[in-house]
């Protein structure tokens, strides 16, 4: 290939429209081109790197004896309502994008593949002799993201690589989800990325264990929490902690302080001396479903901790009426709102666990009782300090038992706190969490017969009766990958492709093309490398030498050939695009030089010939 043919178009600056290191160099090294909001043209060099990703993928998916197949992206609602997620991904902050046909039938544009890939199997699979099997594909995924953003990181048009396993039995889909597990390890290696497993909520998808894949990057949308010995480690999502323990409060009975003006808990302690530790805060939030009236919810926190959303969302979820349907979105409850619901407003600052569900009564379109829920850091206190419910008031000394008499007016108590870094971890008491970021490349779920059970795939066990099918289900961002793989592996001057998924291994660049000497030795070389069976480029555009090298660095090919003045002496330069060390040697030694080196990084970071 030349780079004269390639339609290279690269950027001297940084576009506006880029706010991290990524997303600017594949916009400048002409990589990609955004077409609209989440939405980017992969440009010729990016899709030779998607080619090598999806190659790379495709080796390891079969290697544990998944099946390639291609499912369509049009998928009918009917299949969605009868999972029961259709509402909860097109309404509120729902992610399909949804459509009508001329016959008035909907549609969506495929997020995931759960339904369609169920359906099939409830069709196709009917006796445990067919099982276990896995299949999966590669494609392009839609979501109407609610903030694309970061280029490739989160677009609303991307590929995915999604398998489904079916099995007889939980014992068969543990078997499957560690031989995932273990092709997942070896496809962010063999691409040369760091990545590494966390623990993981499993959101709308839905199941049990799960567990994420994470490219550790300063830029990396999640906050991930690992233990000092690696043993522990989880998406902040889903992370579990010991707290720090509550600073003990000494004061009895309970007793009202006028608090004017003190509505934070940073007031409170700073003028009246106390520890966030003693404070139990109070939230008021309103969960809306798909299919019943929105639930207020009363959750109570210990006062230095904070509230982890999607643990709060889980537990609404899980204690949501029958037929409720989908949870669409959680907010919080302002006096706004209140008038909305023709209610009083709330003394905001000074609320308190007591809060009445008086406070609800003639809401025109809520529940009128509240949903209780409590971290178990708050209940677990003894005597602390909350809002009296009346403005510029609050107690001192309060106790569960005093403010709600009656048991069923106490909040569930459960894990609602985010785990923060400094925490004390469960496994290990004397280690602590410490914070990275990551950018999640990867997915695994135990599914289970969620699934199953919702569209009757079933099968005939050993015994000969009817029983669902367990599932499994497994993506990589493959888009997203080849992004993280830049902002893993780039320097000022641009991106250092691993050579595994790098668009071309190796340019070979002559300083002045017009001069047919360097031009005929650049020529030789580019055939000798090519029928090695190494991925070349010449660079055989007739610019200045520095914009030729400038360009290379940029767009990040691991080898450069120099091609200069001493080619009259058969003599070049060897440049490696990491580290930028350079070497001189004789033509003639390149290959000699070069192919042993290109053997071991074609593997990545597995270490080992692929
Ligand atoms: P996220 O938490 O980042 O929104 P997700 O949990 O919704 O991701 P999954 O449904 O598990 O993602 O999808 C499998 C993989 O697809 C993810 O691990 C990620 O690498 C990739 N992915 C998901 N959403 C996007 C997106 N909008 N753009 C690019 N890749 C994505
Ligand atoms: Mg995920």
Same mark, same amino acid.
């Given at each position: 290939?030349?780079?004269?043919?390639?339609?290279?178009?690269?950027?001297?600056?940084?576009?506006?429209?880029?706010?991290?290191?990524?997303?600017?160099?594949?916009?400048?090294?002409?990589?990609?081109?955004?077409?609209?909001?989440?939405?980017? #043209?992969?440009?010729?060099?990016?899709?030779?790197?998607?080619?090598?990703?999806?190659?790379?993928?495709?080796?390891?998916?079969?290697?544990?004896?998944?099946?390639?197949?291609?499912?369509?992206?049009?998928?009918?609602?009917?299949?969605?309502?009868?999972?029961?997620?259709?509402?909860?991904?097109?309404?509120?902050?729902?992610?399909?994008?949804?459509?009508?046909?001329?016959?008035?039938?909907?549609?969506?544009?495929?997020?995931?593949?759960?339904?369609?890939?169920?359906?099939?199997?409830?069709?196709?699979?009917?006796?445990?002799?067919?099982?276990?099997?896995?299949?999966?594909?590669?494609?392009?995924?839609?979501?109407?993201?609610?903030?694309?953003?970061?280029?490739?990181?989160?677009?609303?048009?991307?590929?995915?690589?999604?398998?489904?396993?079916?099995?007889?039995?939980?014992?068969?889909?543990?078997?499957?989800?560690?031989?995932?597990?273990?092709?997942?390890?070896?496809?962010?290696?063999?691409?040369?990325?760091?990545?590494?497993?966390?623990?993981?909520?499993?959101?709308?998808?839905?199941?049990?264990?799960?567990?994420?894949?994470?490219?550790?990057?300063?830029?990396?949308?999640?906050?991930?929490?690992?233990?000092?010995?690696?043993?522990?480690?989880?998406?902040?999502?889903?992370?579990?902690?010991?707290?720090?323990?509550?600073?003990?409060?000494?004061?009895?009975?309970?007793?009202?302080?006028?608090?004017?003006?003190?509505?934070?808990?940073?007031?409170?302690?700073?003028?009246?001396?106390?520890?966030?530790?003693?404070?139990?805060?109070?939230?008021?939030?309103?969960?809306?479903?798909?299919?019943?009236?929105?639930?207020?919810?009363?959750?109570?926190?210990?006062?230095?901790?904070?509230?982890?959303?999607?643990?709060?969302?889980?537990?609404?979820?899980? @204690?949501?009426?029958?037929?409720?349907?989908?949870?669409?979105?959680?907010?919080?409850?302002?006096?706004?709102?209140?008038?909305?619901?023709?209610?009083?407003?709330?003394?905001?600052?000074?609320?308190?666990?007591?809060?009445?569900?008086?406070?609800?009564?003639?809401?025109?379109?809520?529940?009128?009782?509240?949903?209780?829920?409590?971290?178990?850091?708050?209940?677990?206190?003894?005597?602390?300090?909350?809002?009296?419910?009346?403005?510029?008031?609050?107690?001192?000394?309060?106790?569960?038992?005093?403010?709600?008499?009656?048991?069923?007016?106490?909040?569930?108590?459960?894990?609602?706190?985010?785990?923060?870094?400094?925490?004390?971890?469960?496994?290990?008491?004397?280690?602590?969490?410490? #914070?990275?970021?990551?950018?999640?490349?990867?997915?695994?779920?135990?599914?289970?017969?969620?699934?199953?059970?919702?569209?009757?795939?079933?099968?005939?066990?050993?015994?000969?009766?009817?029983?669902? !099918?367990?599932?499994?289900?497994?993506?990589?961002?493959?888009?997203?990958?080849?992004?993280?793989?830049?902002?893993?592996?780039?320097?000022?001057?641009?991106?250092?492709?691993?050579?595994?998924?790098?668009?071309?291994?190796?340019?070979?660049?002559?300083?002045?093309?017009?001069?047919?000497?360097?031009?005929?030795?650049?020529?030789?070389?580019?055939?000798?490398?090519?029928?090695?069976?190494?991925?070349?480029? !010449?660079?055989?555009?007739?610019?200045?030498?520095?914009?030729?090298?400038?360009?290379?660095?940029?767009?990040?090919?691991?080898?450069?050939?120099?091609?200069?003045?001493?080619?009259?002496?058969?003599?070049?330069?060897?440049?490696?695009?990491?580290? @930028?060390?350079?070497? #001189?040697?004789?033509?003639?030694?390149?290959?000699?030089?070069?192919?042993?080196?290109?053997?071991?990084?074609?593997?990545?970071?597995?270490?080992?010939?692929?």
């Amino acid at each position: 290939m030349r780079v004269s043919r390639l339609m290279l178009v690269t950027l001297r600056d940084d576009p506006a429209e880029a706010e991290i290191s990524s997303h600017k160099l594949l916009l400048r090294g002409g990589y990609i081109r955004r077409i609209s909001s989440g939405i980017y #043209a992969y440009l010729p060099l990016l899709w030779r790197v998607l080619q090598k990703i999806e190659g790379i993928v495709r080796q390891e998916m079969n290697a544990t004896g998944a099946l390639e197949t291609l499912l369509p992206q049009l998928q009918p609602a009917e299949l969605w309502q009868r999972s029961g997620r259709w509402d909860g991904y097109t309404a509120g902050e729902g992610i399909m994008f949804h459509l009508q046909d001329r016959q008035e039938r909907q549609l969506g544009l495929g997020p995931t593949h759960e339904e369609v890939i169920t359906a099939l199997a409830a069709d196709l699979l009917r006796s445990y002799r067919q099982l276990p099997v896995s299949l999966y594909q590669i494609q392009t995924k839609f979501r109407d993201e609610i903030r694309p953003r970061f280029g490739l990181m989160r677009g609303r048009e991307f590929i995915m690589k999604d398998a489904y396993s079916f099995h007889a039995s939980e014992e068969s889909l543990k078997q499957s989800y560690a031989a995932m597990d273990l092709a997942y390890r070896r496809i962010f290696a063999r691409c040369g990325l760091r990545a590494v497993a966390v623990e993981a909520d499993s959101g709308a998808i839905g199941g049990s264990a799960s567990q994420e894949f994470m490219v550790t990057a300063e830029a990396g949308e999640d906050l991930i929490l690992t233990s000092e010995d690696g043993r522990y480690g989880a998406n902040q999502e889903r992370a579990v902690s010991l707290p720090p323990p509550a600073v003990e409060l000494q004061q009895s009975p309970c007793q009202e302080l006028a608090t004017p003006g003190l509505a934070s808990i940073e007031d409170l302690c700073r003028v009246h001396g106390f520890d966030p530790t003693q404070i139990v805060k109070v939230l008021v939030l309103v969960a809306r479903f798909a299919a019943a009236p929105a639930q207020p919810l009363l959750v109570c926190l210990r006062g230095d901790q904070q509230l982890n959303e999607v643990k709060l969302a889980n537990a609404v979820s899980a @204690r949501a009426a029958e037929g409720a349907g989908a949870l669409l979105e959680i907010t919080p409850i302002s006096n706004e709102l209140l008038a909305a619901e023709g209610l009083a407003p709330l003394p905001f600052g000074s609320l308190g666990p007591q809060l009445d569900d008086g406070v609800l009564a003639g809401a025109r379109s809520w529940q009128q009782r509240f949903l209780r829920l409590a971290d178990t850091t708050a209940t677990d206190l003894t005597g602390f300090v909350c809002g009296a419910c009346r403005s510029d008031q609050h107690l001192v000394g309060a106790s569960w038992e005093a403010l709600l008499p009656q048991p069923d007016q106490r909040p569930q108590s459960l894990d609602l706190r985010a785990a923060q870094p400094g925490d004390r971890c469960l496994h290990a008491p004397e280690q602590t969490l410490l #914070a990275a970021r990551g950018i999640e490349v990867g997915h695994i779920f135990q599914l289970g017969r969620k699934y199953s059970q919702a569209l009757e795939a079933t099968f005939t066990n050993e015994a000969g009766s009817e029983e669902a !099918l367990w599932m499994g289900c497994y993506g990589i961002g493959v888009s997203r990958l080849a992004q993280a793989a830049v902002e893993q592996h780039h320097d000022e001057q641009g991106i250092c492709w691993p050579t595994s998924i790098a668009p071309f291994e190796v340019i070979v660049v002559p300083a002045n093309i017009e001069d047919p000497l360097q031009q005929q030795l650049a020529e030789s070389l580019l055939t000798e490398l090519l029928d090695a069976g190494v991925d070349a480029l !010449l660079d055989d555009r007739s610019e200045r030498a520095g914009v030729k090298f400038k360009d290379a660095d940029l767009i990040g090919i691991p080898w450069r050939v120099v091609v200069g003045r001493d080619a009259a002496n058969g003599q070049i330069e060897l440049v490696q695009r990491q580290g @930028r060390s350079t070497e #001189a040697l004789a033509a003639s030694a390149l290959l000699e030089v070069l192919l042993p080196r290109l053997t071991t990084e074609r593997c990545g970071l597995l270490g080992e010939p692929a």
